[in-house]
């Protein structure tokens, strides 16, 4: 398990409360956000939604399996996340039967 910084949680939930009143993410930081694929929802039972998936170009863990923290906003349409942590772009969810 990884622990956040207090200066990250702090950039994330500003991030959280700009997207609120609606500056979201622009083109130029979604491409640079890493990829996350095959992903599905974890621990929202609990009441920490989360994502896990297979993720790309990520700054710290480079390429392979992970599990975001928080998730603290989302726009399907436009294929986002934003975690505590950062911004993803989002792929194809895991299919069922996958």
């Given at each position: 398990?990884v622990h956040l910084?207090?200066?990250?949680?702090?950039?994330?939930?500003?991030?959280?409360?700009?997207?609120?009143?609606?500056?979201?993410?622009?083109?130029?930081?979604?491409?640079?956000a890493p990829q996350?694929?095959?992903?599905?929802?974890?621990?929202?039972?609990?009441g920490v939604p989360?994502?896990?998936?297979?993720?790309?170009?990520?700054?710290?863990?480079?390429?392979?399996?992970?599990?975001?923290?928080?998730?603290?906003?989302?726009?399907?349409?436009?294929?986002?996340?934003?975690?505590?942590?950062?911004?993803?772009?989002?792929?194809?969810?895991?299919?069922?039967?996958?």
């Amino acid at each position: 398990m990884v622990h956040l910084s207090r200066e990250t949680v702090r950039e994330g939930l500003q991030a959280a409360l700009a997207i609120r009143t609606g500056k979201l993410p622009t083109q130029a930081e979604l491409e640079a956000a890493p990829q996350i694929s095959q992903w599905a929802w974890t621990d929202a039972e609990a009441g920490v939604p989360r994502l896990f998936g297979w993720v790309e170009g990520h700054p710290e863990l480079g390429t392979g399996w992970c599990t975001t923290s928080v998730v603290l906003a989302m726009d399907m349409e436009r294929r986002w996340a934003r975690t505590v942590s950062r911004l993803y772009r989002l792929a194809e969810p895991l299919s069922p039967g996958k």
